[in-house]
Every structure is written in C-alpha cells, then in structure tokens.
C-alpha cells in the first residue's frame, strides 16, 4: 500500500540554526499537510499546501516556517531559526483530494530535538 | 473554536473484551471524523472515516458511529487483542481541511 515517507526520522539542531524537514506523500495525492505533536500534547495542524501555495495557516506557522514543494515528488518544511519550544514530532499528511470523504495519511513523524 | 475531547484518557481491558472509546466535539459543522491510531513513536495510522452525512463504518471488528447533532462519536472494538495496545485518536475536519484532534485514549489489552 502506497504511504507517505519522512526523512529524516530524528534531528538534532542547535537552536538558531535551521532545519528543513523533508516528506514524500502518495504519487497521486494532490493535497498535502503539516502537523506537529509536542511531546504529551494534542497533535496541531501547522499548514495545508494545494496547487503549489498554501490554503491554509494555523497561528503557530509564522515567519520563522515555509513549505516547499521543490519538484514532482518532494513537500519541505522549513523552519528558520529554530526555537527550544520547537522541539516536537513533525508529521506529513497527504490526501487524493479535498473534504469531504477522502482521509488524510500520515507519515512516521521527524521527531525535532532543539537544544 | 473547534474543541474535541476524547474520555476515558487511559484504559486496560482483558483480551477479549469488547470497548467503546468516545469523542466528543463542540461545533457539530464538520465534514467528516476519522479515527486513527498510534503506536508508541510512530505516525497516525487512519482507521476509519465517517463523512457527516453517515451514522456509521465498519472495518473489521472495529465500528465508528458519529451523531452529529450531539457532538459524538464512538469507536467499538470488538474481541479485544493484545496487539489492540496502542493511543487513539479522533480527528474532525471542518470546511478549511484541517483536522482538530483529540487527546486521544491510551489503550492496553492485556494477554
């Protein structure tokens, strides 16, 4: 069964530095998703991405993040100058369509340690 | 605002036993719910997807019925397994694609 791929699965970043999060969603997904989870907490939507520009945008995707889709395959998260409260799991979704009947499938998770 | 809470928080059952584990949201507007799964370091697994026009759906020995109206939904799991033992979550999508989740329910079967 097609899935969504998340590299790396780890990352470990001073803070400050920036770090690019990197996700493959299924070949004929059109719509595609950030989420992140903090350690104990409710996952949270950060982002949707559809024709090549974002959708939508939660308050906690500032100016410090962006999201990429570089070429046919790939859908980048990129945060600037990373933060200690950035430290999280990451996830990538992506769905063959929009609401209201196609499911969104989720990535492994990048999980994010900001020291 | 969009707010889902799930209850019990955490739960241990015997294998073999059927559970329902409940979600409850504020603003009864959604397109559809879905239910997921995750396991310990892992991704969200999806389980099953109710669209706001359905009561219910099945997969397997799981069943996800959704009353709109109220708020809730409940994921059934019949002849509960050991390899049950995992976090679930609901999600609620609105109008926007985005989902809101829920805190989830700690599951453990135990053999």
């Known amino acids: 069964e097609p899935e969504v791929t998340q590299t790396p699965s780890h990352q470990v970043t001073q803070m400050g530095q920036e770090v690019i999060l990197r996700c493959v969603p299924i070949s004929n997904h059109l719509y595609f998703y950030w989420y992140r989870q903090i350690l104990g907490q409710k996952v949270e939507f950060l982002v949707s991405f559809y024709n090549n520009e974002i959708s939508e945008k939660s308050e906690i995707f500032d100016d410090q993040f962006s999201v990429e889709r570089p070429d046919g395959s790939n859908f980048t998260l990129k945060i600037r100058s990373t933060k200690l409260e950035d430290s999280a799991m990451y996830f990538c979704?992506?769905?063959?369509?929009?609401?209201?009947?196609?499911?969104?499938?989720f990535g492994d998770g990048t999980r994010l340690s900001i020291l | 605002k969009q707010e889902v809470t799930q209850i019990p928080a955490a739960l241990s059952v015997p294998e073999g036993e059927n559970l329902v584990l409940n979600c409850s949201f504020t603003?009864?507007?959604?397109?559809?719910l879905q239910w997921f799964r995750q396991d310990p370091g892992k991704g969200l697994t999806s389980l099953l997807l109710?669209?706001?026009?359905?009561r219910e759906q099945t997969s397997g020995r799981l069943n996800a019925s959704l009353d709109k109206s109220s708020g809730r939904s409940t994921l059934y799991i019949a002849a509960s397994q050991p390899g049950d033992s995992a976090t679930y979550l609901c999600a609620v999508e609105g109008a926007t694609n985005k989902l809101i989740f829920g805190t989830g329910t700690l599951l453990a079967v135990q053999p």
């Open positions: 109710i669209q706001s026009s359905q």
């Open positions: 979704a992506s769905s063959e369509q929009g609401s209201p009947n196609q499911p969104q499938h």
């Open positions: 603003d009864s507007a959604i397109y559809n």
